[in-house]
């Protein structure tokens, strides 16, 4: 699909999971189950994902859900792996068209990410992830290999923009641009404040990091 500008939309996969060992029953049972969790960790929250009610979401019994999940943890962990895995995908398999202009691949994937950011599952999954990552370590470990994802979509782009950068330099900016991107969750995130200034403030933040980015000196 093709935004407003040309660029294309970042598209998240839907759950998948790696397949796991001894589970005779095949794989289908534990992306239905990812995927009813991922739609109540949407809808209500981290504090809804009780075993009891994902068994009863998926339409089996506690211990039917056990035999795939032993426990909540482990439950909550396949969770956050097949959404950072979802998004890491959404970054590697992003195209951009150039057009020539100079600044212009790096202004859409800008309005591309704050376009992500502004829907639905993202604002929710990401609110709830950060509120979890403050907590357990394992989290904060997912939630870094999707963000390293993002900086390097980031860091690839700037390179096309500026060659004459390092690869340090590269990833110093494209760090910097996704903390930014990312802080914008909380203010034209769906739902969030500021919502109904959401254009006003794409455009400034897209005409910030593009001039930051074209004119950076290290």
């Known amino acids: 699909m093709m935004n407003q500008r040309g660029g294309t939309e970042m598209v998240v996969p839907d759950l998948t999971a790696q397949p796991r060992q001894g589970y005779s029953r095949g794989n289908q049972g534990v992306v239905q189950i990812l995927r009813k969790s991922q739609k109540l960790l949407v809808d209500e929250g981290f504090g809804a994902l009780t075993l009891r009610r994902i068994a009863a979401e998926c339409g089996m019994t506690q211990g039917n859900l056990s035999y795939y999940f032993k426990s909540k943890s482990d439950l909550v962990m396949a969770l956050i792996d097949a959404i950072a895995t979802s998004y890491r995908s959404a970054c590697e398999n992003l195209e951009l068209e150039a057009d020539g202009e100079t600044g212009a691949e790096l202004r859409r994937l800008v309005e591309i990410y704050l376009g992500d950011i502004a829907t639905r599952r993202t604002t929710r999954i990401f609110t709830e992830l950060w509120a979890m990552a403050s907590r357990e370590e394992q989290v904060r470990a997912r939630l870094k290999e999707i963000y390293d994802s993002a900086v390097d979509m980031f860091a ?23 903390a930014i991107l990312e802080g914008q969750t909380v203010f034209i995130g769906h739902d969030m404040p500021f919502a109904d200034q959401r254009e006003m403030l794409v455009e400034v933040v897209c005409e910030t990091i593009v001039a930051m980015v074209l004119r950076w000196e290290g």
């Open 156 to 178: 690839a782009v700037v390179g096309r923009t500026r060659p004459e950068l390092d690869d340090e330099a590269r990833r110093g900016i494209a760090l910097a641009i996704v």
